[in-house]
């Protein structure tokens, strides 16, 4: 059973960077598809960022240019890195990830994730 646990959120004011981490433990797989999702108040969850084990990764386009990923493979965790925020940036973020083999890019769409997080806060100000 694998297991996500997330990390890094906080309060900032708008123009700020945080970094969220998600690590994975338990019995994962060298293949997946793995990322950050968001829910604002009153709100759908929403695809922010994610990546696939083959390395391909997409955006929203409302974050597009001002997060990044980066992985650190020896300790199983991915990092979201996030420059510039803005108040709608304002949320919940949850990592999630799907284990299986992937060719190609991963969706933004929560319905393949199977595994979650359990969340972290993120608050931008104005």
């Known amino acids: 059973q694998v297991q996500l646990v997330e990390s890094g959120g906080g309060s900032v004011q708008a123009g700020g960077s945080l970094r969220l981490s998600c690590a994975a433990s338990?019995?994962?797989?060298?293949?997946?598809?793995m990322g950050w999702f968001r829910q604002a108040p009153a709100k759908e969850r929403e695809g922010v960022a994610v990546?696939?084990?083959?390395?391909?990764?997409t955006f929203a386009n409302s974050v597009k240019g001002r997060f990044t990923f980066t992985k650190d493979n020896a300790k199983n965790t991915l990092y979201l890195e996030m420059n510039s925020l803005k108040p709608e940036d304002t949320g919940m973020y949850y990592c999630?990830?799907?284990?299986?083999?992937?060719?190609?890019?991963?969706?933004?769409?929560?319905?393949?994730?199977?595994?979650w997080g359990q969340g972290t806060q993120v608050t931008v100000s104005s």
């Open positions: 999630a990830a799907v284990f299986l083999r992937v060719s190609g890019s991963c969706p933004l769409g929560t319905d393949l994730y199977n595994v």
């Open positions: 338990g019995n994962t797989y060298r293949g997946y598809c």
């Open positions: 990546i696939s084990s083959g390395g391909p990764a």
